[in-house]
Each structure stands twice: as structure tokens, then as C-alpha cells.
């Protein structure tokens, strides 16, 4: 299955791409990991990407989607793959869907994750990060043994600047105006299924699972 992951920050896109992942035995991709690996690697294209990166600028649609074409021609997607992060705007869609045709394949399905705003800066809220070894909790839901330090290494937690309510309402404002068009953009072609993101990580990925697999039976 060829699989893009839509929602907005927040709406727990990162969770169900480790689980889906792992269930149908394909790749999550994220622009954000290639570009790393790419310029980890000193390829061309991650060179020309640091270019950018260094300056810090974004990287141009036509080398993000070199890069993603690049990636997906990889032996470990043959079976398919998983993007997340990307496309994040119609033009970056449209460019994703040239770059599939001259491979002479194309997306399966877009899973679309729907959680409220209110939600959305409530979770981002209560995220808490070791400033050490990175490592994620929530005050909530995966809460550390001891309040403020890490189970792993004893360091420290922390706010992420980009978890502050301010910051989050700002990037909830963004992907309305450059990311959200992409759903009616893939309803269009009939490649959109919406889901719950609110409900419990594994309810939500049992019901994806068994969606896309009646649609992979059908087609």
C-alpha cells in the first residue's frame, strides 16, 4: 500500500506512522528524516538541500519532491511506503502526483487524522521532552515515573518551544491555510478516508488497518 498521512500538528500523525508501519511492513517516510540521511550521506540532493537548510530558507518543491522520488525507488518500498509530512500544500501534491505517474504508480489511499483544535493544543499542552536524550512523555498519558525527570536518563523535561499554546495556535493557523486544502484536494480523487484521531492510539489504528484493507481488496 502507497499511503500518505494527513492532520494537523498535533493530531498524533507521528504515533499511527510507527504503528501502521510496522503492521503492513512498509516505510514511514518523512521528508524531514530524507533530508537528514540525504545531507548525513553528502549526497547531491542533500547538499543542495543544506543549502537552503543553512540559509534558512525552505527547501523548494521541485528538490523536496526530487528527494521524496528518490527515496520511494528504494528496495524497502517496493511493497509501498508511508508519507508523512509531505505533500503539505496542492502545489507539492500536484508535483507528487507527476513524480508517481512517471514511475508508473500512484497513492492507494489518504488517511486523514480529524482531532478539534481545542484537543490539539490541550495534548501539545502536556507534552513534556528530555532535554538530554530526547525522549517524549505527557503529563497525561505517558507520564514520567517522577514529576520533571526522565525515566531513561534523569535529565531534566521540557517545553518545546513549538508545544507553547501561542506556538501551536500558529501552526494550527498555517496548516489551514497551506495544508487543510489537501482534503478536498484528495476527496477530489476519491482517495481521502477520515478517522477519529481522539479516540484510544490503538482504536484508531485497528480501524485504519481494517478500512484500507477492504480497500486494497476491492481494488
Known amino acids: 500500500m502507497r499511503l500518505i498521512l494527513l492532520g494537523a500538528p498535533g493530531a498524533g500523525k507521528g504515533t499511527q506512522a510507527v504503528s501502521l508501519s510496522k503492521e503492513l511492513q512498509i516505510p514511514h517516510i518523512s521528508t524531514g528524516d530524507i533530508f537528514r540521511a540525504n545531507i548525513r550521506e553528502g549526497t547531491e540532493l542533500g547538499l543542495k538541500a543544506k543549502s537552503y537548510i543553512d540559509a534558512g530558507n525552505l527547501v523548494p518543491d521541485e528538490l523536496t519532491v526530487s528527494i521524496v522520488k528518490d527515496r520511494i525507488q528504494k528496495d524497502d518500498c517496493k511493497n509501498g ?16 502526483e507527476a513524480a508517481l505517474e512517471s514511475l508508473n504508480t500512484k497513492i492507494d489511499a489518504v488517511i486523514n487524522l480529524e482531532v478539534p483544535d481545542d484537543v490539539i493544543v490541550r495534548r501539545m499542552a502536556g507534552r513534556r521532552v528530555c532535554k538530554s536524550c530526547g525522549r517524549s512523555y505527557h503529563v497525561v498519558t505517558i507520564p514520567p515515573k517522577q514529576e520533571g525527570v526522565c525515566d531513561a536518563c534523569g535529565s ?57 484493507g477492504n480497500r486494497e481488496n476491492r481494488i
Open 81 to 96: 511506503f508511508l508519507l508523512d509530512g509531505f505533500p503539505r500544500t496542492i502545489p507539492q501534491a500536484e508535483s507528487l
Open 156 to 212: 531534566q523535561l521540557i517545553i518545546r518551544d513549538d508545544d507553547r499554546e501561542e506556538t501551536v495556535l500558529e501552526r494550527l493557523k498555517t496548516y489551514y491555510e497551506k495544508t487543510a486544502p489537501l482534503i478536498d484536494f484528495y476527496e477530489a480523487r476519491g482517495l481521502l478516508i477520515n478517522f477519529d484521531g481522539t479516540k484510544e492510539v490503538q482504536e484508531t489504528t485497528r480501524e485504519i488497518l481494517e478500512t484500507i
